[in-house]
């Protein structure tokens, strides 16, 4: 009988929100140093050089020239608008980088057979070949790290039920455990756990 685990709705949704906010963070901060601070320093110069002209009724003037009468808090330095780019760079590849992993991992399953379990990447395992099964974050996390041995190659990983369906990844995490020669790696004892005495 085949067990399969797939990718979680709530999983994508995150990865997703996570992706789509940092690209709109980024172009956030390359709006602001393309047009918004831009157009500032247009407004902050104006009123300057009013003054200089001897200007005695600034409201008037701005109006006339479509500037709020209400002058900018500061004039923004090269620097400052370079800021923005940086950041926004930053902000977006970031974004980008959620978004791609999300493509990457948006059809990945992890299966079990009565033969073998197979990766997210697609590996498939023998039970004879698993060398490891770590449950000390499967109480608190739902974590547990798959280690094997392939023909010399070692490798790992992990059975997340967050990320994956949580019943099926359980059966499968079961199943891997009912063919496993070695005892599983104990959970994290609690802090209440007292120590047990020697023999005098």
């Keep these: 009988m085949l067990t399969e685990a797939s990718i979680t709705s709530i999983w994508k949704k995150q990865k997703l929100f996570v992706g789509i906010f940092l690209v709109g963070i980024g172009g ?5 140093g393309i047009f918004t601070w831009p157009k500032s320093n247009l407004h902050f110069d104006a009123h300057t050089t009013y003054l200089k002209d001897g200007g ?5 003037y701005a109006a006339e020239k479509g500037f709020p009468a209400e002058l900018p808090h500061k004039r923004y330095e090269a620097m400052d608008i370079a800021g923005q780019f940086a950041f926004g760079s930053l902000a977006a ?3 980008l980088s959620v978004l791609i992993y999300l493509a ?3 059809r990945r399953t992890v299966k079990a057979d009565p033969e073998a379990v197979y990766s997210p990447a697609g590996v498939r395992i023998p039970y004879s070949d698993i060398t490891g099964v770590g449950k000390k974050k499967w109480a608190d996390k739902g974590l547990a790290t798959i280690r094997y041995e392939i ?3 070692k490798g790992e990983f992990i059975l997340d039920d967050y990320k994956f369906e949580r019943q099926p990844i359980t059966a499968i995490l079961a199943e891997i ?5 070695q005892p599983a790696e104990p959970e994290e004892p609690s802090d209440s ?3 047990t005495p020697k023999d005098s």
């Design 28 to 32: 956030w901060f390359y709006y602001d």
């Design 56 to 60: 005695i009724d600034w409201p008037k």
């Design 93 to 95: 590849l970031a974004g």
């Design 104 to 106: 990457t991992q948006f």
């Design 151 to 153: 023909d010399g190659k």
């Design 177 to 181: 455990e009912s063919h496993f020669s």
């Design 193 to 195: 756990t007292e120590p």
